[in-house]
Every structure is written in structure tokens, then in C-alpha cells.
T-cell receptor, first 116, second 109 residues
Framework: KAGVTQTPRYLIKTRGQQVTLSCSPI?????VSWYQQTPGQGLQFLFE???????NKGNFPGRFSGRQFSNSRSEMNVSTLELGDSALYLC???????????????FGSGTRLTVV | DAKTTQPTSMDCAEGRAANLPCNHS???????VYWYRQIHSQGPQYIIH???NNETNEMASLIITEDRKSSTLILPHATLRDTAVYYC??????????FGDGTTLTVKP
């Protein structure tokens, strides 16, 4: 079956612009999480959605937002881009979200965002 | 969430077992140990997870000490394709964790 699909794979934006990244989970997966990966900070959790509701949120400013659609596809948006937002943004999906315990995440290959 | 400590890097000969340690001395009773790996330019890949008992699947084995303060991921017969960064995560919800720096495993011919 198809894996987690993230689009676009690469993106270059200018400071101050906004960007929207897309994630299509594995068919049947209803939980989608987003991560930011940078060389200095490692892989950091942004937020998680299940059944169109944000269930968990990491420690990121309000410029970072997301949403999930009824077909479980998810988007994340970053407004007023800063140079420090340059990173690999990863999406992961999982079939279930049960009392805060979730496992077996399948990650996509990510979107590499460069802010200039 | 409990913090984890892993060696920065390790080498392993092809065909030999790779044993990757992880310390998580502040783990609490309801926290699971997860292992993921990330091969260059790809997203992390789930390997295995466990609570207190040792676990084995087609990819690896997970050995958790009785006091649960440390664990070891074992790749029984490492191949060149196992060269990756291996992350040990302790949390009730792996989706919320910060992965940390992990261990860069290099499998050598």
C-alpha cells in the first residue's frame, strides 16, 4: 500500500512569506503528526491531529498551525517565515489514537524548506 | 517525558550483531521505550517498542533491564543498509516526543 506522501519535496521561500505543506497519510490512518528536523535541534514535535481535531501540540510559536481534513489529509502552515524555519518538515501517520498512546508511526520523506 | 542518553556514534562489522544502548533513568511506570531509525534523507522508520518485557520482531530485538532504566536495541546480523541514525524515545505517546540526537550506526564491510 502507498506510504505517507508529503508535498512538495523541496521548497524555497523568502523571509516574511507564508508556506503550506501537505501530507497524505496511509489509507485508513486517522492520526497525523508533524515534526520539524534541524541539525541543531534534532527532531521536534509540532502537533498531532486525529479525526480533524488537534490532540497534542509542541512548543512552537503561533506562526505554526495545522489542520486535518475529513479524509485525514493534513496541512501545516507557517506564516511570516524566518531564516530559522529552514528545516526538514516530516509528517507521520498512525492508524489509531488511544488514550494518548500511539505507536507504529509511519513517516513520510519530508518537505525540505529553505528560507532565504 | 523521560530523557534518554545514547552514544553519539558506533561502528559494527557487517554480519555481526549491533547492540545499541540507551539510558532512560527517569522513566516512569507508564512510559514505553520506542526505537526508530533514520536513513539519510528519509523519514524515521519505526523499529520496535516495549514496556517492560523483552520484545522481538522481524527487524530487531529490544532488551529492557528489570529496573527499566536502560535498554538495548539488537540488530542480530547488521547489513550495510542498517547504517543510519538510531533514536531511542521514551514516552507515553511517541508522536509527541522530541527525538534527540540518536546514535549514528555505521556498518562496515
Amino acid at each position: 500500500k502507498a506510504g505517507v506522501t508529503q508535498t512538495p519535496r523541496y521548497l524555497i521561500k523568502t523571509r516574511g512569506q507564508q508556506v503550506t505543506l501537505s501530507c497524505s497519510p496511509i489509507s485508513g490512518h486517522r492520526s497525523v503528526s508533524w515534526y520539524q528536523q534541524t541539525p541543531g535541534q534534532g527532531l521536534q514535535f509540532l502537533f498531532e491531529y486525529f479525526s480533524e481535531t488537534q490532540r497534542n501540540k509542541g512548543n512552537f510559536p503561533g506562526r505554526f498551525s495545522g489542520r486535518q481534513f475529513s479524509n485525514s489529509r493534513s496541512e501545516m502552515n507557517v506564516s511570516t517565515l524566518e531564516l530559522g524555519d529552514s528545516a526538514l518538515y516530516l509528517c507521520a501517520s498512525s492508524p489509531k489514537f488511544d488514550r494518548g498512546f500511539n505507536y507504529g508511526y509511519t513517516f513520510g520523506s519530508g518537505t525540505r524548506l529553505t528560507v532565504v | 517525558d523521560a530523557k534518554t542518553t545514547q552514544p553519539t556514534s558506533m561502528d559494527c562489522a557487517e554480519g555481526r550483531a549491533a547492540n545499541l544502548p540507551c539510558n532512560h533513568s527517569t522513566i516512569s511506570g507508564n512510559e514505553y521505550v520506542y526505537w526508530y531509525r533514520q536513513i539519510h534523507s528519509q523519514g524515521p522508520q519505526y523499529i520496535i517498542h516495549g514496556l517492560k518485557n523483552n520484545e522481538t520482531n522481524e527487524m530487531a530485538s529490544l532488551i529492557i533491564t528489570e529496573d527499566r532504566k536502560s535498554s538495548t536495541l539488537i540488530l542480530p546480523h547488521a547489513t550495510l543498509r542498517d547504517t543510519a541514525v538510531y533514536y531511542c524515545i521514551v514516552n507515553t505517546n511517541a508522536g509527541k516526543s522530541t527525538f534527540g540526537d540518536g546514535t549514528t550506526l555505521t556498518v562496515k564491510p
